[in-house]
Nanobody
Framework: QVQLVESGGGLVQPGGSLRLSCAAS????????MGWYRQAPGTERELVAE???????NYADSVKGRFTISRDNAKTTLYLQMNSLKPEDTAVYHC???????????WGQGTQVTVSS
């Protein structure tokens, strides 16, 4: 199981930007399907963005055109660039990894993003 540590969350005004990072412990980072999920109070965890097989990306409709997922395999780090943030983006953002062969899932502890004026 890979260890995931998120960072980069914080308080930002509506319209602002943040970049989240997820540092992974695995040297075989390239063998993991990676993604970002979020969970607001009283709601279920939802997909924000992910890499799918073949290296393509998938985004929730609510973040398309505003968020960009990327990864640096050499640094074993996943990123989420969030622009034009809205109050409804407020949530705890979690990094997720799934090994492409074993199917084992791993989660980070999450980083809080609060969008408020």
């Amino acid at each position: 199981q890979v260890q995931l540590v998120e960072s980069g969350g914080g308080l930002v005004q509506p319209g602002g930007s943040l970049r989240l990072s997820c540092a992974a412990s695995a040297s075989t980072f390239g063998l993991y399907i990676m993604g970002w999920y979020r969970q607001a109070p009283g709601t279920e965890r939802e997909l924000v963005a992910e890499f799918v097989s073949g290296g393509s990306t998938n985004y929730a409709d609510s973040v398309k055109g505003r968020f960009t997922i990327s990864r640096d395999n050499a640094k074993t780090t996943l990123y989420l660039q969030m622009n034009s943030l809205k109050p409804e983006d407020t949530a705890v953002y979690h990094c997720h990894a799934r090994h492409i062969f074993s199917g084992v899932h791993s989660w980070g502890q999450g980083t809080q993003v609060t969008v408020s004026s």
